[in-house]
């Protein structure tokens, strides 16, 4: 079969460029052919310039007068040229593409397509896809576009792309033949489309074909894991009562809830596999320490694993009294930590019960005398091969049960397919007495008159404030403000006020020095990077500043937010914009609603699943085709993969689709 030959095999593909595809993790050619157009532009009907309105055009012409300068404002290159046709002449700007003045012959007609708009008082097209007009197939005048990787950009992918298109015709269906049409058909389409429509009906076959081995990975991770075993942890009742009653808080019925699913789990002699999905303060803590308990009062160790020692911390300082009261010998286990060695022989002699830490918990020497529940915090954080290693420390032949914990909403449609075989407990309600935060997007010229005002109030009523930056250095190639110079900038702004910065290059025993000193309050404000992403809980901290807002996504936005809103009084967050350009749909979404759910469900229908289970798993798992929002294709998936588990012989014949669903379920498997 062709489609594992490496990609090098394809016409006009030598050794150098295959290096640069193989860097983008295009490795073999089924690699290739499934590098799908990230969108098509119509060549059809050009716009002829005197004609064009703001918006997205496309115009055909020549380009001269091509020049490129470094930015003022910002370290930014930027190229200019003029395009000409019959009726006029217009400005096209591309920032940081200086390969683009050796780009273009001024003797040779080319098609521009990008966005008409004034900036700065000028007209122009910003940052327009440039295609020889000679390379546009005549015949639809629809040219796919491709995300550039290296030195490989977008035309490039198409003319190698053409290069192969007799090969197309040796591509082998994936799938029983459940769908309408081909395999070979749906990616010639998408390549090679005539129509709008032919590009959308391939790329739906192609699409269920992902849904359906997303769906039978899932099926059969079910079935492996109902057939491992697990030690059952009893539910005592009284004990968990008695534990309740001395907490400082009355538990919210979502608590209670998914406590219980949980202890009704935990009883079973087959492993847990479950996800407690809960918005950020939504106390997800608490729920992991009942469990905890549970499974100490049973005689078992647990075990806490958390993505940073920050979190770590946080966690083992705020659970190690409470826990204590009851006679649970809860440690700390994280890099930092000092005289490991004779902390690892009391794990492994039983003497603690259990172990809250980072990484460090996964290293070969830490063994445990009887691992019977593994809790992991903020779980997307995690590789398949870091959660592995934690269940392989159970006792002989035992799986731990295993919580897993996010605070990222995962929308219903993902629920159904991706987490088909993990069982879930929604924490789909706040503590009592929260207010909502509010929120508001500014642009970089209101900050003085809006923001710093109310950010001296804040820190004047003694409450605190995060400010977000996306980079630790000024990097000259992004447009971004650094940690560094925006405390160097709010210090000359606020001489009076404490202001410090935290970042992921800090060594681990400054970060947590410096966030213990933020939670005890000895810093007003503080700017970091999204270090302070996960799970950080200081509910003195009442305002944040999220900074280049637009380089977010919004279930990031969301999570970074929900650092304030976290006591009783009332949070607000700004999401600071650039000065030309009008807020994205995403922005003004998180503007309204506070809804983390509602957020999934948004952010799934803008950017699609694949972005969203990317950041979820670490990119392990790229759902590129499918969009989960189209319910009856996942219906259908759902069905047919029924019906193709029923022959016990199917799984044994489809050898591509058995490779290809391994790397999906790795995802949730327990071993
Ligand atoms: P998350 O779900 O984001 O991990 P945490 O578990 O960190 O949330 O809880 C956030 C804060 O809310 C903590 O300070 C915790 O002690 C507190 N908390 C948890 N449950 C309740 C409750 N039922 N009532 C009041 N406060 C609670
Ligand atoms: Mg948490």
Excluded at 226 to 237: C, Q, S
Excluded at 447 to 458: A, E, G, N, V
Excluded at 590 to 616: H, N
């Amino acid at each position: 079969m062709i489609l594992t030959d490496s990609v090098e095999s394809l016409k006009g593909i030598g050794p150098k460029t295959a290096e640069v595809l193989k860097k983008a993790g295009i490795k073999t050619v089924r690699d290739f052919f499934y590098n799908l157009p990230r969108d098509y532009e119509n060549f059809a009907a050009p716009t002829s310039i005197d004609k064009m309105r703001p918006g997205k055009v496309v115009i055909r012409g020549k380009i001269d007068s091509l020049s490129n300068r470094p930015s003022r404002r910002r370290h930014l290159s930027i190229t200019e040229g003029v395009v000409r046709d019959a009726s006029g002449s217009v400005r096209v700007v591309w920032f940081n593409q200086s390969y683009r003045m050796r780009q273009f012959d001024p003797e040779k007609e080319y098609y521009f397509s990008g966005v008409f708009e004034l900036k700065n008082n000028r007209y122009q097209i910003t940052s327009p896809s440039a295609v020889l007009v000679s390379d546009v197939d005549v015949g639809s005048g629809l040219a796919p576009i491709y995300v550039a990787h290296g030195a490989v950009k977008s035309n490039d992918f198409k003319r190698l792309m053409n290069n192969s298109r007799e090969r197309f015709s040796e591509i082998p269906d994936l799938l029983p033949t459940v769908a309408p049409g081909t395999r070979k058909e749906a990616l010639f389409k998408v390549h090679f489309p005539e129509t709008v429509a032919e590009a959308t009906s391939g790329r739906e076959y192609l699409a269920y074909e992902e849904l359906f081995e997303l769906i039978l990975a899932a099926r059969l991770n079910r079935e492996e894991n109902g057939k491992l075993r697990a030690a059952p942890v009893p539910f005592e009742v009284d004990k968990i009562r008695d534990f309740v009653s001395k907490l400082p808080f009355k538990l919210t019925n979502a608590q209670r809830k998914a406590a219980w699913e949980i202890f009704q789990d935990m009883e079973k002699d087959t492993p847990m596999n479950r996800l407690l999905q809960g918005d950020v303060g939504s106390g997800k803590t608490m729920v992991a320490a009942m469990a905890a308990y549970e499974a100490v009062n049973a005689g078992h160790q647990v075990a806490l694993l958390a993505p940073t020692a920050i979190l770590a911390t946080q966690h083992y300082e705020g659970l190690k009294d409470l826990l204590g009261k009851f006679g649970v010998k809860t440690t700390l286990l994280t890099g930092a930590i000092k005289e490991k060695d004779a902390l690892k022989t009391k794990i492994l002699g039983g003497e603690i019960d259990f172990i809250i830490g980072t990484h460090a918990i996964l290293t070969d020497d830490t063994e445990f005398k009887d691992l019977g529940l593994v809790i992991i915090d903020e779980q997307h954080r995690f590789g398949v091969e870091q959660r592995q290693k934690l269940m392989l420390k159970s006792p002989d032949g035992l799986a731990p049960h295993l919580l897993s914990m996010t605070a990222t909403p995962i929308p219903r449609s993902l629920q159904l397919t991706v987490f088909g075989d993990l069982d879930v407990s929604v924490l789909n309600e706040l503590p009592k007495g929260r207010q909502p935060i509010e929120t508001k997007i500014l642009s970089e010229l209101e900050m003085r008159d809006k923001l710093y005002p109310h950010m001296s109030q804040i820190v004047k009523t003694g409450q605190q404030i995060y400010w977000i930056c996306k980079a630790i250095e000024d990097n000259p190639k992004t447009e971004t403000t650094s940690v560094k110079s925006r405390q160097a900038k709010l210090l000359k702004l606020f001489p009076n006020f404490r202001i410090e910065f935290l970042h992921g290059r800090m060594k681990p025993a400054e970060k947590d020095e410096v966030m213990e000193r933020f939670a005890s309050g000895k810093i007003d404000i503080l700017v970091s990077t999204t270090v302070v992403e996960v799970g950080v809980n200081v509910p003195n901290a009442t305002l944040m500043v999220i900074e280049d807002a637009e380089n977010y996504g919004l279930a990031q936005l969301h999570q970074l937010r929900g650092r304030v809103g976290r006591g009783s009084e009332k949070s607000y967050c700004y999401l600071l914009t650039g000065e030309d350009k009008s807020p994205s749909r995403r922005l003004m979404e998180l503007e309204k609603s506070t809804d983390g759910f509602y957020l999934a469900e948004v952010d799934l229908k803008l950017r699609g699943p694949g972005e969203i289970y990317g950041s979820l798993q670490h990119g392990a798992l790229d759902l590129r085709i499918a969009t989960l929002t189209d319910t009856k294709l996942i219906h259908k998936a759902q069905t047919d993969v029924m019906d193709f588990l029923k022959s016990g012989e199917n799984m044994l014949k489809y050898e591509e689709l058995r490779a290809g669903i391994s790397k999906y379920q790795q995802l949730t498997t327990l071993n």
